[in-house]
């Protein structure tokens, strides 16, 4: 289908791409102009800013309680943003609707990022949060049964990598993980998927930005080729998490996410993915005031609930 006409209207509005080199502090500033008030988020029964030790240092977190309860399902959430924007601010909102509809104590992450922190410095931060969680049931209320990672965009490669990375660990506490449209194939070719020429120009990412976003973390000890990097390109995904993949119609991220989830399938773990027509890449982030959008909170928690098709790789639309 085309896209929805209020993602339309939004994306009739931006200027245009000039070709100017990327400024990551300024990109920073002016995503940081746009956070609401706190009076105007979701409100939750407890947020509290803190920080946890970890192998890599001190990481910055945010904890959501969405009500009080005697113990909780854990959800580690890893924030998008070509590994060189996004923030704990940013992407509070999608903490939060997580946090309310899946009932998880959410702890998102506020890993270091590009070209500031060299590679691994980044997942590292969020597989030592993921490690802590795990560590910290009794401090964190933990229920016993959910402890799950989940991550938008570059947070959801992010997300990929620590789920093969707690198993090569051999740490097999990890029950969920959950990737919103990820980025998991930081090889631009253009012929490499058919989304990348399909969804190349008009629908906000675009193909032709995708080296020059992520050259910030490639061009700094990033190898395409390793499987922290890349995690499509894991020879052994057997073992691993079942899986939720959220694609979206026109991203040219698309088809790498839904080739992950056949290929997790492939390896034996359950997967569900969902392609949500009419939507754009970020739609979790970006539109999710849109009911048809906001869906992706409430399939996130069915699936921790273990309601949803979790049977093998079957794409969805998304918006049942």
């Known amino acids: 289908m085309t896209i929805h006409p209020e993602i339309a209207k939004i994306l009739a509005a931006l200027p245009a791409p000039d070709g100017s080199p990327l400024d990551p502090a300024a990109m920073r500033a002016g995503e940081a102009a746009q956070v609401p008030p706190l009076e105007d988020r979701l409100p939750l029964h407890a947020v509290e800013d803190t920080t946890v030790p970890t192998p890599s240092g001190a990481v910055p977190v945010r904890i959501y309680t969405p009500a009080e309860a005697e113990s909780y399902g854990l ?128 629908y906000g990412l675009e193909t032709a930005g995708l080296a020059p976003f992520n050259a910030f973390y490639l061009d700094n000890g990033a190898d395409p080729a390793d499987p922290r990097v890349s995690p499509i390109k894991r020879a052994d995904l057997t073992g691993l998490p079942p899986a939720l993949i959220l694609t979206a119609e026109h991203d040219p991220l698309r088809d790498e996410g839904e080739l992950y989830g056949k290929l997790l399938a492939a390896a034996g773990v359950q997967v569900q993915v969902s392609r949500y027509e009419g939507a754009n890449h970020g739609f979790v982030a970006n539109f999710s005031w849109l009911p048809e959008f906001y869906q992706a909170f409430r399939e996130t928690a069915g699936f921790l609930a273990g309601t949803g098709a979790v049977t093998g790789a079957a794409t969805g639309n998304g918006q049942a």
């Open 75 to 202: 959800l580690v959430y890893i924030h998008g943003g070509a590994f060189f924007l996004g923030s704990l601010d940013t992407h509070d909102h999608v903490a939060r609707s997580l946090a309310k509809e899946t009932g998880c104590r959410v702890i998102s992450v506020g890993y270091r990022l590009a070209p500031e922190a060299a590679f691994p410095a980044g997942l590292e931060d969020c597989y030592g949060v993921l490690r802590w969680a795990a560590e910290h049931g009794d401090q964190l209320q933990w229920n016993g049964r959910t402890l799950a990672v989940a991550g938008d965009s570059s947070g959801g490669n992010f997300a990929a990598a620590a789920a093969a990375m707690a198993k090569d660990d051999g740490f097999t506490g990890i029950t969920h993980q959950i990737l919103f449209y990820p980025s998991l194939d930081l090889d631009f070719d253009v012929d490499r998927y058919a989304s990348l020429r399909e969804n190349a120009e008009g």
